[in-house]
DNA sequence: GCAATAGTGTCTATTAGACAATATGGG
DNA sequence: CCCATATTGTCTAATAGACACTATTGC
């Protein structure tokens, strides 16, 4: 017999860099079913809490890994009888991007640790279908780039045109020309060079940038 | 107070080319809420019933529209408590395309009347958030399309790559170049000239194409 | 000067758009 | 032949990739 009404939950693969290489968050479950197995960081839908889907979807993240995001992208919806052993569920996914200076990576109330793996190559099995949905999240992450928009969100305050282009790397999985990225980028709106402002190394200094939307502050 | 479940529903923009033009299947409602005004077609999830959310968008293609499609398309899911006055609701929206030679447009069961309209000047208000739905439906479909993607479940059986042509434009809203065209899809693999079938009218005859997928017979 | 990285310029193969030229039927 | 459309070819501007060149610091 099936339940009247499904199990209704929002999943977020949350994205950052962490030493110029593209990493998701994994929470490891503390509860029944799946205890144990490391999954995407979701939570079930609260009607009297959450204003929609993509609220629970940050209630989720606020609660399981004490992390809070501004944007989330959603990517797509997943359902049907088998996926969750609790019965016919629905599951709207979405992704996030974290500067890496915003990583707090504290254990939430409910979850025994979190972890930052590799997209793709995380090691154990993931619960339920999350292997899946992960799949979906990195695909969309790099359609959007590969189409040339930027992944501002996960950009500190202040950086170079080559922390950029490291980034945009690290989510298409291969090196870029130079040229040819500064030429892409140089008229982006959200781009601003910070006057007078240069990030020096043992080597020429760097405009530093950074993006025009209020994204922080 | 709130519903403790929210309400589940799956809607579908049914796109087809009438006369060379796009349209998009309305039916009027005839049950509260929002009886009488028009609405794209819906139904709520049944999970004894359905396997997943796609399966509840084509039963409701099936008895609100007599409509039945192969191949479904998930746009994205919408959600809140003030899109539908029954309460907190989730509705999972799907496109689809059907070639104009299987347009039925007969009246379900539970529906007043089906209607084919413009997908961008939709007369009526539509009902609930559908309007915005529809919008985001036509984008995705457009976007898909001016990446190269082609709309074979558009056409009929037998085709020639002037009619093809004809239903790119009428989803871009914008005329292509024959020759660019021609290109483009030159060596796309589901597109196989039926090798002596030709359509003669007044003019050179012009190659009959079909698909290479087995989407009828 | 040398190392190292920033920033810019150049060359070329490919491509998309515009448009011309040719082909082939009906009348 | 003329008309209408199919099909193919050509020219060109824009673009992306590869790669080279120059610039500017620390040491």
Redesign the pocket.
């Known amino acids: 017999m099936q339940l009247l009404f499904p199990l209704v939950t929002s999943d977020v693969a949350l994205f950052t860099l962490i030493d110029q290489r593209l990493r998701v968050l994994l929470v490891q479950r503390a509860e029944e079913p799946a205890m144990g197995k490391w999954a995407l960081p979701g939570g079930i839908l609260r009607p009297d809490v959450d204003e929609n889907l993509e609220e629970t979807a940050k209630r989720a993240l606020s609660s399981k890994a004490c992390v809070s995001v501004r944007q989330l992208e959603q990517v797509a919806t997943f359902s049907g009888a088998s996926r969750d052993p609790r019965g016919w569920s629905i599951s709207t996914l979405y992704y996030a991007l974290l500067p890496s200076d915003q990583v707090p990576a504290l254990a939430g109330i409910r979850t025994e640790a979190v972890r930052w793996e590799d997209p793709e190559n995380h090691k154990q099995p993931l619960a339920f279908d999350h292997a899946q949905l992960l799949d979906n999240a990195l695909r969309q992450l790099r359609d959007k780039v590969a189409g040339g928009a930027l992944p501002l969100q996960l950009m500190p305050n202040k950086f ?3 922390d950029l282009q490291r980034a945009c790397e690290a989510i298409a999985g291969h090196p870029y ?4 990225f ?3 980028i140089k008229d982006h709106p959200a781009l601003l060079a910070i006057d007078g402002e240069f990030l ?8 530093v940038y950074r993006t025009a939307m209020d994204f922080r502050f």
Chains 1, 2 share one sequence.
């Open positions: 170079t045109l080559t020309d130079k040229g040819a500064r030429r892409q020096r190394g043992a080597q020429r200094p760097a405009q």
